[in-house]
């Protein structure tokens, strides 16, 4: 069963920094894109940032200069640097991939999304 699985979240002051990790595991052929979204208090998603198989990122006008997004292929992992932190950047964060899944001797791809960690920041 393929699981992503986020870290990192927590409560922070305005202007500060957090790190968020994602981990794949399971049985995986290939990680395709991956990215980040995140569910605001007032219940809207966003998408923040997705970076391709090939290191290619693209980030959201509200985080671009304060938020990096790497990943690293050979741990099967996707993080999100988040520096400069503000009241309005407090949310749910959910980590999202797309994975070519081993099934029955064929491999499947479909979109896959962690459970989320919250990142608050005070004022």
């Known amino acids: 069963q393929v699981q992503l699985v986020e870290s990192g979240g927590g409560l922070v002051q305005a202007g500060g920094s957090l790190r968020l990790s994602c981990a794949a595991s399971g049985s995986i052929f290939s990680l395709n894109a991956m990215g980040w979204y995140r569910q605001t208090p007032g219940n809207r998603r966003e998408l923040v940032a997705t970076?391709?198989?090939?290191?290619?990122?693209n980030y959201a006008d509200s985080v671009k200069g304060r938020f990096t997004i790497a990943r690293d292929n050979a741990k099967n992992t996707v993080s999100l640097q988040m520096d400069s932190l503000k009241p309005e950047d407090t949310a749910v964060y959910y980590c999202t991939a797309r994975i070519g899944v081993w099934k029955a001797a064929v491999v499947v791809v479909n979109d896959y999304w962690g459970p989320g960690t919250q990142v608050t920041v005070s004022a």
């Open positions: 970076i391709t198989e090939s290191g290619s990122a």
